[in-house]
Antibody, heavy 119, light 107 residues
Framework: QVQLQESGPGLVKPSETLSLTCTVSGGSIISSFYWTWIRQTPEKGLEWIAYIYYTGSPNYNPSLKSRVTISVDTSKNQLSLKLSSVTAADTAVYFC????????????WGRGTLVTVSA | EIVLTQSPGTLSLSPGERATLSCRASQSVSNSFLAWYQQKPGQPPRLLMYATSTRATGIPDTFSGGGSGTDFTLTISRLAPEDFAVYYCQHYGNSPGVFGQGTKVEI
């Protein structure tokens, strides 16, 4: 079955850019689903960051839009996230997830990866 | 932006008991756009319910959802040991929207 796996550095310095990749296995990212990045912190809970269809057309959470880039690499079956100018407030577990065909909720999640922002 | 408030923060119950979790929206929402998730430590959230009352694939019928307007509930009719976890509601619409802060169901 389809599985999602996040990867990337677990530690990022303040003011730098956080870069994460999500690899889709057991299925194709070229499908009728939207693919999403979500993060979770003890303070703010679950927060969607951005989502994208394989053809492009990204959508960003307005609260993060100025710092976020989401993209898809169909040749590698991967989803990517870049978050610039990070601060300690960006320390979180980052998940990639698949949005359902039927609405903007999430029927498949990766296991998540912890990213800590610290000097 | 809609704010979802979940209550109680923690629910202390025993296996076999009934759990009723509340999710209140700051303004009326369509009940087509309310989902529930379960999260266990070290795991991602798992979709339980969408469109307020439709169980996701593989979710047992001990889980039920209801409500309308601003008040929604997730009910677990008989708690199994594996049901002790944190539960989140989500309002979605034209975007993934917002999540509630969670209710922990503990033994």
């Amino acid at each position: 079955q389809v599985q999602l796996q996040e990867s990337g550095p677990g530690l990022v310095k303040p003011s730098e850019t956080l870069s994460l990749t999500c690899t889709v296995s057991g299925g194709s990212i070229i499908s009728s689903f939207y693919w999403t990045w979500i993060r979770q912190t003890p303070e703010k809970g679950l927060e969607w960051i951005a989502y994208i269809y394989y053809t492009g057309s990204p959508n960003y959470n307005p609260s993060l839009k100025s710092r976020v880039t989401i993209s898809v690499d169909t040749s590698k079956n991967q989803l990517s996230l870049k978050l610039s100018s990070v601060t300690a407030a960006d320390t979180a577990v980052y998940f990639c997830a698949r949005q359902s065909h039927w609405g903007n909720y999430f029927d498949l999640w990766g296991r998540g990866t912890l990213v800590t922002v610290s000097a | 932006e809609i704010v979802l408030t979940q209550s109680p923060g923690t629910l202390s119950l025993s296996p076999g008991e009934r759990a009723t979790l509340s999710c209140r929206a700051s303004q009326s929402v369509s009940n087509s756009f309310l989902a529930w998730y379960q999260q266990k430590p070290g795991q991602p959230p798992r979709l339980l319910m969408y469109a307020t009352s439709t169980r996701a694939t593989g979710i047992p019928d001990t889980f039920s959802g209801g409500g309308s307007g601003t008040d929604f509930t997730l009910t677990i009719s008989r708690l199994a040991p594996e049901d002790f976890a944190v539960y989140y509601c989500q309002h979605y619409g034209n975007s993934p929207g917002v999540f509630g802060q969670g209710t922990k169901v503990e033994i």
